[in-house]
């Protein structure tokens, strides 16, 4: 396990819960000793209480691995401040509208940062009817691939997962004005301003 919950985090969470040590404790079905240990660094809570000291502290147990709580002010939820997280172990593809902590596959996902396609992931986009068809000249191996592309409004998204070996482009709805984004497995994300 590369992090483990720190001291200064059950004490930070168990004072915003306005717990003493001993209320914690009791909580927990441990001494108020164990739990000054952990706060000061000379002990670690055993595994098995993590669930129930996250529980006690409201919070998940990733947050008090990580020491960071996350508090979504985004209320709105409004999708031009997406957030996306790809698991590379799975290739899950995890889309939010705020800052969350996520977690796939024993993994936990930073957000990835978009950056403007280069000519290796030129995008063109072709009205055809009422759709416009979106393609990225790339390789679609299973070593190197476009993983998704999604166009994204205020208040729309419209996403579609692609496969190695197969063609990376896709037809869709481009109502209003948005971002396409796509991931190359190898370079990362992609958004492009329609």
Sequence with gaps: ???????????SLRESKHLT????????GVSDKAVSKWE???GFPDSSLLQPLAAAL???VIELLNGKVIVNRNASGNLLRSKWYVCPVCGNVIHTTGDAVISCCGVTLPPLEAED???AHALTVEKVED???????????KQHYISFMAFVTSDRLQLV??????EAQTRLSL??????YFYCNKHGLFQQKI
């Design 117 to 119: 396609p280069d000519d």
């Design 131 to 141: 759709e416009h068809f979106l393609t990225i000249h790339h390789p679609m191996t």
């Design 175 to 180: 109502r209003g004005r948005g971002f396409v």
């Design 58 to 60: 409201g919070v998940s």
């Design 1 to 11: 396990m590369n992090s483990y919950v720190t001291g200064a985090a059950i004490k």
């Design 161 to 166: 997962k692609l496969y190695p070996e197969g």
């Design 21 to 28: 040590q001993a209320e914690l404790a009791e909580q927990l």
């Design 40 to 42: 000061t660094g000379k």
